[in-house]
């Protein structure tokens, strides 16, 4: 079982509709929770960072966070062209440094 | 500000080269992280530096790899007599350290070409 799950995609959306992106994680005592987008042929921007259970917002964007269920999602409201990207799911584990990426949700948004 | 930043953007290297990449973090930032990037996929960690000790490096495919950051600050990743599987994009992130929040921030990333 990967560390970090993430459905490959593509995920096709009309301009306009929510974009709703899944991620779930095998580590019970994770504690971190990233969002990146990444453009094809550029480095992975960060968009939204989670911390505790339930939802946070910022703009567009929604991050959920389940850690019962080991379960985060981000969705994307009013979904643009220009969100079409892959988005990476991150997850920290407890004290220590290092970050898991899924492989990647592709987003594809339909004008 | 400026934010991290990476030299080589491309490198093509004949297999069986030596290479070595650079990573210059963001200012004041503690940690610096070096991750590999095959197509069609998330980036693989490979090493971890907090100042200048390098803290993990469980995520180095090989002995062929070696990453260093003497001051604290840039931080150099080399790679010994290429392969062609070494083929990939190598970015480098940078976290400011402390407080409750990890955010890494990448880098360009270099492109290597092992022919």
């Known amino acids: 079982q990967k560390e970090v799950e993430q459905n490959s995609g593509p995920l096709s959306v009309p301009e306009g509709a929510i974009a709703s992106l899944n991620c779930t994680y095998s580590?019970?005592?994770?504690?971190?929770f990233f969002w990146y987008r990444q453009y094809s042929g550029k480095s992975p921007e960060l968009i939204m960072s989670i911390y505790s259970n339930g939802d946070k917002e910022d703009g567009r964007f929604t991050a959920q966070l389940n850690k019962a269920s080991q379960y985060v999602s981000l969705l994307i409201r009013d979904s643009q062209p220009s969100d079409s990207a892959t988005y990476l799911c991150a997850v920290k584990s407890g004290g220590y440094q290092k970050v898991t990426f899924g492989t990647g949700t592709k987003l594809q948004v339909i004008p | 500000g400026a934010g991290v930043s990476q030299s080589p953007r491309y490198k093509v290297a004949k297999r069986g080269q030596d290479v070595a990449l650079r990573c210059d973090p963001i200012s004041g930032h503690v940690s610096l992280f070096w991750y590999q990037q095959a197509l069609g996929q998330g980036p693989e960690f490979l090493t971890y530096?907090?100042?200048?000790?390098?803290?993990?490096k469980s995520g180095l495919p090989s002995d062929r790899f070696f990453a260093e950051r003497p001051e604290g600050s840039v931080s150099t990743l080399k790679i010994q007599r290429t392969q062609q599987e070494d083929s990939a994009v190598y970015l480098c992130a940078s976290s400011l350290e402390g407080g409750s929040t990890y955010e890494q921030y990448f880098g360009p990333g270099t492109r290597l070409t092992v022919t």
């Open positions: 580590d019970r005592v994770s504690q971190s």
């Open positions: 530096f907090q100042n200048e000790a390098q803290l993990d």
